[in-house]
């Protein structure tokens, strides 16, 4: 299984688009998870799943949504998480069994800033609450992400 990521930060490169989506759809990723994306990209993958438009039309584009998940593999549920703008989660029937793959970005102005930390508190309850299952968090910060679940699980 190939799982992928790319932060294109909210098409700062638009010019690049093109080259973009050829170079996501030449991985060939069974799942490739984009953060601070934009639905012009579309890729060559059966189902996408992705977070909620993002209501502030001043700072961001109509098209653009903080995280998709695109892969080939069929979803057998939608997993409800802490904030729809900035996370999706889904489980994923594969060939090993099922997976939840949690994208994500986190502290959307920074991990300096004073809602970082209480993001990363709703988003440890998510992955408390979804640890019985195969778990991929995937995107933006995950680092810090797994240096806390690591702390949290082991």
């Known amino acids: 299984m190939r799982i992928a990521t790319w932060n294109v930060e909210r098409l700062k490169h638009k010019r690049d688009l093109e ?5 996501c759809n030449e991985l060939k990723a069974d799942i490739f ?8 990209i579309n890729l060559n993958h059966k189902n996408f799943f992705q977070t909620a438009k993002l209501p502030d039309r001043n700072f961001y584009k ?3 949504n903080r995280v998709t998940i695109f892969t080939n593999y069929d979803a057998v549920k ?9 996370s999706v989660c889904v489980e994923l029937e594969t ?8 994208g994500t970005i986190i502290g959307i102005y920074g991990n300096r ?3 970082f930390k209480q993001d990363l508190l709703k988003q440890i309850e998510d992955f408390k609450i ?6 991929c968090v995937i995107g933006d910060s995950t680092t810090i992400i797994l240096q806390i679940l690591a702390e949290i699980f082991y």
Do not use: A, H, P
């Open 78 to 86: 939608i997993y409800q998480t802490f904030d729809k703008f900035t």
């Open 95 to 102: 060939e090993f069994g099922n997976l939840l793959v949690y």
């Open 130 to 135: 979804l640890s019985e299952k195969n778990i």
């Open 113 to 115: 800033n004073k809602n």
């Open 62 to 64: 109509k098209t653009e």
């Open 33 to 40: 998870v984009l953060s601070e994306t934009d639905e012009q």
């Open 19 to 23: 080259k973009i989506k050829n170079i």
